[in-house]
């Protein structure tokens, strides 16, 4: 990792070629040594560098909400995010849901409402329900409808959706 | 994607002077326009400094400000209790400005130095953008328009800045406080941004290297009542075709004192001073809230792909103004 004490200021050099860089990524409570080029995001670091293929590309320009996960606790878009800006961030995704392999209850309620067609954006949408639930904003039908709206499902499974976080919200 | 390298600033006099000493260096932030950009092609910065560890985060208050750090994300501005109490209108723009995912991303200052939505800026397959390429032409003049800008246009580029909080945000008169390689200023959001002119890919003021280090809200009196409505093609998280923020203190039917500004419809957020002059000592009611409409529309330049922006930017101002009165009395 460049850090800027170490790094004089530029003078008339040329473009870089391919740049690499050494960073740990902390995904799932585990962390992870990774040496890749500077331009993998977030999301293809989790799929194509750690074989974590539960966030999916969609759009990959931070509009579907298919490659959710958590950082620090709070949903973010991984298409947008440079790997190298998450060092030393706690990475969650999809796939630390049901460590035992038994369902977290979002994903539980989600079967339970048919709450998916296609089931692309599924995780996305599972990450950004738990989300929501842990950010208190799951209290009406309108509130869910606001705070979802950055996840996009082409198949149109909204109603089910909401119904399976309100489930859950509600304790169920 | 071009290649670049990716370096993390520690310092913030530092990251200033790297930057500001390098023509191909850009600070990066939370990203979420800047990366999608870099992915299509449209910038290509060589030297990439991020600036997200830098102490430029949190937010302070005094009686009369709040101060907000640069890299304080546009979810933690909302949740402020300050912003949620006495500046309800930055807090609603904010909310209905982006997902709860890009919300947690982005910074409020890189929201204010977001780029424009124009879909012909932002595909370089297109020749045409006198703000990509100057001197270029503007492919959207002659093309789909219905997402550009209505006030503050030129001959050269009409693409609209779709920041729904820097509308409240230079209704309140707010500024930025920025770090340069020869010190530090500060400046009026309200002369923050360029209308594109004949250089439209000039946006703002600031000089390269130059970084937004905070952003200083101004309060209200605590009597005043404020709302922003923002009215789109979807319900949710979607750009505004119009929008308006507006602050008013009303004292026994009249307007004491008022802020108006517009989204949707300027190369800049658009502060309505007619609008305001129209406003300031009137009666709070039908005939004053129209005439600040037609005042705040007068210099409109619609193009046939955005004439229906008029109208609507008017009626938008009104139930604006209607809701916030409504509150107030």
């Known amino acids: 990792m460049k850090h800027m004490e170490t790094e004089a200021p530029p003078t008339g050099q040329s473009p870089p070629d391919v740049s690499q860089v050494d960073i740990t990524l902390t995904v799932n409570g585990t962390a992870h040594r990774l040496e890749i080029d500077s331009r993998v995001t977030l999301l293809d670091a989790l799929r194509d560098h750690l074989g974590l293929t539960g966030a999916k590309k969609g759009c990959d320009q931070g509009a579907c909400g298919a490659c959710t996960v958590l950082v620090d606790g709070k949903r973010v878009v991984s298409c947008l995010a440079l790997a190298a800006q998450y060092e030393d961030r706690e990475i969650t995704t999809v796939e630390s849901l049901c460590p035992s392999g038994e369902l977290h209850p979002m994903q539980e309620a989600f079967a339970r409402h048919d709450a998916f067609q296609c089931g692309y954006c599924t995780p996305g949408q599972i990450m950004s329900a738990v989300s929501l639930i842990a950010e208190g904003r799951a209290n009406s039908e309108e509130e869910i409808r606001e705070f979802m709206s950055g996840n996009i499902c082409r198949c149109g499974a909204y109603p089910n959706i909401r119904a399976a976080i309100r489930d859950v919200a509600a304790g169920g | ?329």
């Open chain 2, 1 to 329: 994607m071009r290649p670049f390298d990716y370096v993390r600033a520690t310092d913030t006099e530092q990251a200033v002077a790297v930057v500001s000493a390098d023509p191909h260096a850009s600070f990066l932030a939370g990203g979420t326009t800047q990366l999608d950009l870099m992915k299509d092609g449209v910038l290509g910065p060589e030297r990439l400094i991020d600036i997200t560890r830098l102490p430029l985060a949190g937010i302070t208050h005094t009686d009369t400000t709040v101060r907000v750090g640069a890299l304080t994300t546009m979810e933690e501005l909302a949740a402020d209790p300050v912003v949620r109490e006495r500046l309800p209108f930055v807090r609603e723009a904010l909310l209905l400005g982006a997902s709860t995912q890009l919300r947690n991303m982005a910074t409020i200052g890189g929201n204010l130095l977001q780029r424009a939505r124009c879909r012909y800026f932002r595909d370089p397959t297109v020749a045409a953008c006198n703000k990509r390429n100057p001197g270029s032409g503007c492919a959207a003049i002659t093309g789909i328009q219905r997402m550009h800008a209505i006030l503050g246009t030129s001959d050269h580029c009409i693409a609209l800045h779709a920041s729904d909080v820097a509308v409240p945000l230079v209704a309140l008169d707010a500024v930025v406080h920025v770090r340069g390689a020869n010190g530090t200023r500060s400046i009026p959001l309200t002369q923050f941004y360029l209308p594109p002119g004949d250089t439209p890919h000039i946006e703002n003021v600031l000089q390269h290297g130059e970084l937004i280090t905070a952003l200083e809200i101004p309060l209200l009196p605590e009597t005043a009542r404020s709302h922003y409505l923002k009215v789109r093609d979807r319900v949710s998280y979607e750009f505004a075709l119009t929008s308006a923020g507006v602050a008013l203190v009303i004292e026994d039917g009249h307007i004491q004192e008022v802020r108006v500004a517009l989204g949707g419809v300027g190369t800049v957020p658009w502060r309505a001073w007619d609008a305001e002059d129209v406003l300031r000592g009137a009666r709070a009611g039908a005939d004053s809230f129209r005439a600040a409409a037609e005042a705040a529309l007068e210099g409109a330049r619609p193009l046939p792909g955005t004439a229906f922006k008029v109208e609507l930017a008017k009626r938008t101002l009104v139930r604006t103004l209607e809701t916030v009165a409504g509150a107030a009395s």
